[in-house]
């Protein structure tokens, strides 16, 4: 008797084993193609097991193919999340509201509300992680943005920030006002080796996940771009970052000020506008890789009033097109980042559409969106399709790498496994 009861103890606990382990969430993505991170795929399928991604490759390769969930996404590419590299969470676009007057007369408070939607229209364009750049005056509220995404109040990408950015003292704004008047600034500002250290030890204390450094920037109205910080204070930036595991970015657009960053060992340069050949084989030599910007560029001259498509490129234009091609030309690790914020969140796909439009191929601007940003980035787990992986998958219409216009129409967003987006 007592054998008995064992017995059917026994297969009491096999089959709740089996049922706990069936009800584990198992989906089966079957697009037209799949772009796995590094190349196009027809007549793949994608298998995903809670929030892990356990099979890419032809659908006769899966065992037991017909226990999963099957979506069927007719007419679509599958591919990794975007990664977008350079984002401003807090901002929105400058011809709604000019940059100093979001500073100066937007609440942190405000701009957090902002943030949200914002951070929910990242993620419904196909955006599943986005490295934030800096608060803009609104202190650490990306970090308490990330916190709110993480534990699951808010949707939106996982994030990156990089809480206030740190500059050079006097040489960020607002500006304009007489030397009584206290403004809220858009960074924070240092002088020497030993305030640098400090701030950067503050800004990884409360939550940044890296550090943004402006190493040159206009000293006056109208003027040029000037080299801000010494070399020995981009030094010391880097050494107390890298020390914490952390790791810099700089803003820079001169010669000499993208020559002290990557002699001082940051990982990207942001904007890069000033490029050279010359700088562009040190970036490539020291693996640094470049963030272009080229979609802000592109906004804030129409802003100004250029008419684009019936009017000549403007200079800034013209000297854009022209150092991206040089970086394409040295092989340098091209970060996709628009520096969205300064146009509409959502809208990211404007980043791609221009790289395209300035000569890189497709294909390299879907995996400088994907494997190449995971890569550089330091995401792990993330940025390619395949086994083991986080399940952050999207789709989008089309073939994206005959046509990268078709980035505008995301139809499919799996985030951690989660589906937020299914049209």
Known sequence: MMNKFLSIRTCLLLLLLWMTTSIQAQTLLVPDRVFDGEGMHSDWVVAVVENKIVYSGPENGLKRANSYTRINLDGTTLMPGIIEGHSHVLLHPYNETEWNDQVLKESPTERAIRGVVHAKNSLMAGVTTMRDLGSEGAGYTDVYLKKTIDDGIIPGPRLLVAGPAIVATGAYGPKGFHDGVTVPLGAVPVSGRDEAIKEVRTQMGNGANLIKIYVDYRWGKGEPSQPTFLQEEIDAMV??????????????????????????????????????????????????????????????????????????????????????????????????????????????????????EYGMEPIKVLQAATSVNARVLHLEGLGTLQNGFLADIIAVEGDPSQNIKQMEKVRFVMKDGVIYKND
Not at 272 to 297: H, R, S, W, Y
């Open 239 to 356: 050494a107390t970052a890298t020390t914490a595991g952390r790791y810099v970015v700089a803003h820079a657009g001169t010669v000499e000020g993208m020559r002290r960053a990557i002699m001082g060992g940051v990982e990207t340069i942001e904007h890069g506008d000033g490029g050279t050949a010359e700088i562009f084989a040190l970036m490539k030599e020291k693996n640094v890789a470049l963030c272009p910007t080229l979609a802000a560029g592109d906004a804030t001259e129409q802003y100004k009033g250029w008419k684009k498509g019936t009017e000549p490129d403007t200079d800034r234009i013209i000297q854009k097109k022209k150092s991206f091609k040089l970086a394409l030309e040295s092989g340098v690790d091209i970060v996709f980042g628009g520096d969205v914020g300064v146009f509409p969140h959502g809208e990211n796909y404007r980043e791609m559409e221009l790289m395209v």
